[in-house]
């Protein structure tokens, strides 16, 4: 069983920047797609990025394209989400996920098998 924990979140002020991570444990990180999503109260989990198992592909959603980028690091078991230019709309708890079977980067929820506890964000002045 594939284990993931979420770290990195906190208070931030608009317009800085946040590293999350996601540390895998359990079974090898590089044989997965990995992605993050995000919740934000009274939302729909909404799928942010997602990277190839050996991070030679990436998917972004519209809303962070440009601003978020998904990297990882399988020596480490890591994929990371730094997030640059922050806004109060990156407001939610972000999770990361990786499917039972490799995907085609999707980022609709349903496509994901293993999930992470997750890590709030907020951004505010």
């Known amino acids: 069983q594939l284990q993931l924990v979420e770290s990195g979140g906190g208070l931030v002020q608009p317009g800085k920047s946040l590293r999350l991570s996601c540390v895998g444990s359990?079974?090898?990180?590089?044989?997965?797609?990995v992605a993050w999503f995000r919740q934000a109260p009274g939302k729909d989990r909404e799928g942010v990025s997602a990277?190839?198992?050996?991070?030679?592909?990436?998917n972004y959603a519209d809303s962070v394209r440009g601003r978020f980028t998904i990297s990882r690091d399988n020596a480490k078991n890591t994929v990371y989400l730094q997030m640059n230019s922050l806004k109060p709309e990156d407001t939610a708890v972000y999770y990361c996920?990786?499917?039972?079977?490799?995907?085609?980067?999707?980022?609709?929820?349903?496509?994901?098998?293993?999930w992470g506890q997750g890590t709030q964000v907020t951004v505010s002045s």
């Open positions: 359990g079974l090898p990180l590089d044989d997965y797609t």
């Open positions: 996920a990786a499917p039972l079977i490799a995907n085609s980067l999707g980022l609709r929820p349903v496509e994901y098998d293993f």
């Open positions: 990277i190839s198992s050996a991070g030679d592909r990436t």
